[in-house]
């Protein structure tokens, strides 16, 4: 497979330093810049992270003394790279307006943020659920005027662990409708209990904006490609409330579920066992071997001992049972830094690469 050098725009922050410890072994993707805001251009990488860095393994050496750019010279940073992966703390019009400069310099932005999700020509993408929604890409660079630029997303990170769920019972059974109480973890806002201490021993039950998010991206990345936009699908419906919980990392959702065709308990079950999509047909690098995993066991899958499953790109299930005011309800959980941010933008990003789009 061929190699690209790869920057990270807005490295010093929480997703950006995932992104940096898996690109620091990636066997495709190679580091070559390193971007965040004024503050920190001109430090070194370890300087402009100081006592932020929030990962559980030690900063890598490589990336140490390089010194960090500054984010809005987007001609500099594109010079030194082949793409580039964006998760900055922006305002949503001053990102859409990053990331399109990042595109129109020939520079492919694989993002994090969620401003350009709702752009109709913008690909939302998660590689075992829609990798088809990247056919787009062309008629995006059409409206850019650009040649190779362009912006793929990745979804928000509450949804990572129910919408997989769903995914493979969708086409068979019809999801009618899904109600949704998720429960997430601080690492999701960009915090750590050192720089949030109120979250020790608290739930607080708001986070901006991640109730439509997760009631609405699902649709979206059900989809179809139609005339050079994405329509999103018009069902099933979705109602979710969204907690902030006190745990490091990891979102949990609690799902509950009605079907137009009811399948029995064992038709899920096999379902879930059962199913890939092209990011494990195309053996990308950080795809999960088993995407979803079930837990038979009453109290699985926990945050802290399942979080990590498969590297974090897995998503883990349990407790399927029947309902009183819907067929089926049961839990899940996703990695919100690994699948549900950096880890799932390198997927995609794998994806883009093994479908020749960064050539
Ligand atoms: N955390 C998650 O689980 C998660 C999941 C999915 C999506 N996201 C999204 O990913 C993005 C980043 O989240 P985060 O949690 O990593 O935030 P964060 O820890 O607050 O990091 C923010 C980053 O943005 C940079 N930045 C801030 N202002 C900037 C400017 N004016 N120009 C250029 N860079 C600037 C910061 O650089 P300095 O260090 O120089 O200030 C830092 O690198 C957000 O859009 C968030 O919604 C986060």
């Known amino acids: 497979m061929k190699e690209y050098r790869v920057g990270v725009v807005g490295a010093t922050g929480m997703v950006g330093q995932r992104f940096v410890t898996l690109l620091a072994q990636h066997p495709w993707f190679h580091i070559t810049a390193l971007a965040a805001s004024a503050r920190s251009a001109g430090k070194t990488y370890e300087e402009a992270v100081g006592s932020r860095w929030a990962m559980p393994t030690p900063m890598p050496e490589a990336v140490k003394n390089m010194i960090v750019m500054d984010a809005q010279e987007v001609a500099a940073v594109a010079s030194k790279v082949d793409f580039v992966f964006c998760a900055v703390d922006m ?25 350009n999700r709702f752009t109709p020509d913008v690909p939302m993408v998660v590689p075992e659920i829609n990798a088809e929604h990247i056919e787009v890409i062309p008629a995006q660079r059409a409206r850019l005027g650009t040649k190779r630029g362009f912006i793929a997303v990745k979804s928000n990170c509450s949804l990572q662990s129910y919408v997989p769920a769903l995914h493979p019972l969708m086409k068979e059974f019809g999801v009618d409708k899904c109600l949704v109480c998720t429960y997430q973890a601080i690492s999701g806002a960009g915090k750590t209990f050192e720089t949030w201490p ?32 994405i329509v999103p699908a018009k069902e099933p419906s979705i109602t979710a409330q969204c907690l902030r919980v006190a745990c490091s990392d990891g979102h949990m959702a609690a799902a509950f579920v009605s079907f137009k065709k009811k399948p029995s308990m064992e038709e899920i079950k096999e379902r879930w066992a059962s199913f890939s999509g092209p990011a494990q047909e195309l053996n990308l690098p950080s795809a999960p071997k088993q995407f979803l995993h079930y837990f038979e066991e009453a109290d699985r899958p926990q945050t802290k001992l399942d979080r990590n499953l498969e ?49």
């Open 91 to 115: 305002k949503k019009d001053e990102i859409k307006a990053l990331e399109e400069a990042y595109a129109k310099a020939e520079c492919p932005v694989v993002s994090n943020n969620s401003a």
């Open 198 to 229: 109120e979250m020790q021993d608290n739930c607080i039950p708001y986070i901006g904006g991640e109730e439509e998010k997760s009631e609405q991206e699902p649709l979206k990345l059900w989809g179809k490609v139609e005339n050079g936009v």
């Open 311 to 359: 590297h974090g790109m897995a998503v883990s299930i349990g407790r399927l049972r029947p309902d009183t005011q819907y067929d089926y309800k049961f839990v899940c959980l996703s990695h919100n830094t690994l699948r549900g941010a950096a880890g799932g933008g390198v997927l995609l990003a794998e994806l883009l690469a093994a479908k020749g789009y960064f050539d």
